[in-house]
């Protein structure tokens, strides 16, 4: 079975520039969920969709925005592009079966340098 | 608001010792807990996860844990570590549809 794949695996932005991630989950997860790593932060979440629903968000300004579409899939975005944003952006994927929880299997995520 | 901590943020270990990485969180309700291993260039892989029942789980490549309720911590062991052990882990927490992370701990084992 195909893991979570994500693409593009690197991009060099500007500032002030927009950019949109992509995320394919595994074959028959329906959750998707959006992770930023930094040296600086850590692992932080950022937002989870489930039947292109964002169930839950994490503490980022509105310029971090997903969604999900009808195959699961999912993209996020982030416009007006700060130094800051630089990191690995990771995506991960879970059945959700109907349990409260299921354990989410991580893509190799998308490393974006903002200069 | 929930937080996970781990206790070392760098430990060094020569092949064949054994290996303990501290994990406690803080929340109150029902939890769900997961180790995560990054290896030098890979992604985040499970290894191991507690949601229910024996409170000692066995994860891969020899790892496990054991989830103490009443000190909120979820302590990850190995007993013999190799030289390919060298990466970070990460304890999390599930709860909310989302993962709360530990910052991490880098562990480097010298042949």
């Known amino acids: 079975k195909a893991g979570v794949t994500q693409t593009p695996r690197y991009l060099i932005k500007t500032r002030g520039q927009q950019v949109t991630l992509s995320c394919s989950p595994i074959?028959?997860?329906?959750?998707v969920s959006w992770y930023q790593q930094t040296p600086g932060q850590g692992l932080q979440f950022l937002f989870e969709?489930?039947?292109?629903?964002?169930?839950n968000k994490g503490n980022f300004p509105g310029r971090f925005s997903g969604r999900q579409f009808s195959n699961s899939r999912s993209e996020m975005n982030v416009s007006t592009l700060e130094l800051g944003d630089s990191a690995l952006y990771l995506c991960?994927?879970?059945?959700?079966?109907?349990?409260?929880?299921?354990?989410?299997?991580f893509g190799p995520g998308t490393r974006l340098t903002v200069l | 608001a929930q937080s996970v901590s781990q206790h070392n943020h760098h430990v060094i270990l020569s092949e064949a010792a054994s290996l303990e990485l501290g994990c406690n969180y803080s929340?109150?309700?029902?939890?769900?807990l997961f180790w995560y291993v990054q290896y030098p260039g890979q992604h985040l892989q499970l290894l191991l996860k507690?949601?229910?029942?024996?409170?000692l789980v066995k994860g891969i490549k020899g790892f496990e844990a054991e989830f103490i309720k009443s000190k909120f911590s979820f302590n990850l062991r190995k007993p013999s570590v190799q030289w390919s052990d060298t990466a970070e882990y990460f304890c999390?927490?599930?709860?909310?549809?989302?993962?709360?992370f530990g910052a991490g701990t880098t562990v480097t084992v010298r042949a």
């Open positions: 991960a994927s879970s059945r959700m079966t109907g349990a409260s929880t299921d354990t989410q299997y």
């Open positions: 074959s028959g997860h329906r959750s």
């Open positions: 969709y489930f039947s292109e629903t964002q169930r």
């Open positions: 929340y109150g309700g029902t939890v769900n």
């Open positions: 507690y949601f229910s029942g024996d409170p």
């Open positions: 999390a927490v599930h709860n909310d549809y989302k993962l709360s």
